[in-house]
């Protein structure tokens, strides 16, 4: 495991690897401000706005019952990141005008299942090695 931080402010630690999802340590609503936590939601909204002139893009994560703001310095989209998906973040937890957020988390993507897969019963061709 590829050791990327350790989240040790008053409460567990936990290494962050970066291929597996960590166990959350609080819920969304009871991550507290100022410390680290693994918080896991879907995402319920998705959207760019400006920070003091700069782009950001804000991504909300519900729990079925509190919120929490993933913010991401920097960036309009975040590749994998849609309305539903299930993601894991780990991060400082603090406020922004009044709402609990994450700035710059560390994110994991649950496996997530298309509904567009074409399945076929014709062959698939493949090239020979001549």
Sequence with gaps: MTLLHDLTAAGPTVAIDPFTAPETTHSLGSAPLRSRAVVRGSVDSIEPVTWAGGPVLEVT?????????????????????????????????????????????????????????????????????N
Excluded: E, K
């Design 61 to 129: 994560l519900r729990d079925g019952l509190d919120a929490l703001v993933l913010v991401f310095f920097g960036r309009h989209t975040v590749g994998g990141i849609h309305p539903g998906q299930q993601v894991t973040a780990a991060g400082a937890v603090g406020t922004h005008r009044g709402r609990r957020v994450i700035l710059n988390p560390y994110v994991w993507l649950a496996p997530s299942h298309p509904t567009n897969v074409v399945h076929t019963t014709r062959d698939i061709p493949t090239l020979s090695a």
